[in-house]
T-cell receptor, first 113, second 110 residues
């Protein structure tokens, strides 16, 4: 099936630990995004990537890092420098050739204990 | 990208049309109106988008006023599965950084 796979769906972490969230897509989309969502809020952009080996900071990049070594993969690392990492994380891709809509994964919920 | 204003919440009876308004008074000529919805604890789902003309697809209709300062998303026959948060976003297609508000929480009642 074509789509976006995020893993893990749920993750618990102790303070001071880094954690990496996976995002894989087989839609052949060039652009990929990471968003953070807090309860009752809209989405906030962490990082985005237009093409392989290139990525840009979004509005709330501090404490996060990404890589884009392959078109299909855009992993997000939540570092210990992120002061309030407990949140719902969403990965998205964009079909820029057609109409520019975003396609989202099912999300990863990170809880820091 | 222009900012949008949506009501915080709305109710609709099952089987009736749900009309969700969105104000985007500062929209510019090359900005599209996009609608997404998010069912609890899932990723948002694209619904529809438009520039000037009204649009319809299998999920919904989008009505954009002539001055483009507001729009309405119409779910013609709402079902319980349409209960979700609905987001209205305006953007230039080439712009990567969208502004997501808190959206409208739509509750469909039996």
């Amino acid at each position: 099936d074509g789509g976006i796979t995020q893993s893990p769906k749920y993750l618990f972490r102790k303070e001071g630990q880094n954690v990496t969230l996976s995002c894989e897509q087989n839609l052949n989309h060039d652009a990929m995004y990471w968003y953070r969502q807090d309860p009752g809020q809209g989405l906030r952009l962490i990082y985005y990537s237009q093409i392989v080996n290139d990525f840009q900071k979004g509005d709330i990049a501090e404490g996060y890092s990404v890589s884009r070594e392959k078109k299909e993969s855009f992993p997000l690392t939540v570092t210990s420098a992120q002061k309030n990492p407990t949140a719902f994380y969403l990965c998205a891709t964009q079909n820029r050739v057609r109409t520019g809509e975003l396609f989202f994964g099912e999300g990863s919920r990170l809880t820091v204990l | 990208d222009a900012k949008t204003t949506q009501p915080t919440s709305m109710d609709c009876a099952e089987g009736r049309a749900a009309n969700l308004p969105c104000n985007h008074s500062t929209i510019s000529g090359n900005e599209y109106v996009y609608w997404y919805r998010q069912i609890h604890s899932q990723g948002p789902q694209y619904i529809i988008h438009g520039l000037k003309n009204n649009e319809t697809n299998e999920m919904a209709s989008l009505i954009i006023t002539e001055d483009r300062k507001s729009s309405t998303l119409i779910l013609p026959h709402a079902t319980l599965r349409d209960t979700a948060v609905y987001y209205c976003i305006v953007r230039v297609v080439s712009n990567y950084q969208l502004i997501w508000g808190a959206g409208t929480k739509l509750i469909i009642k039996p």
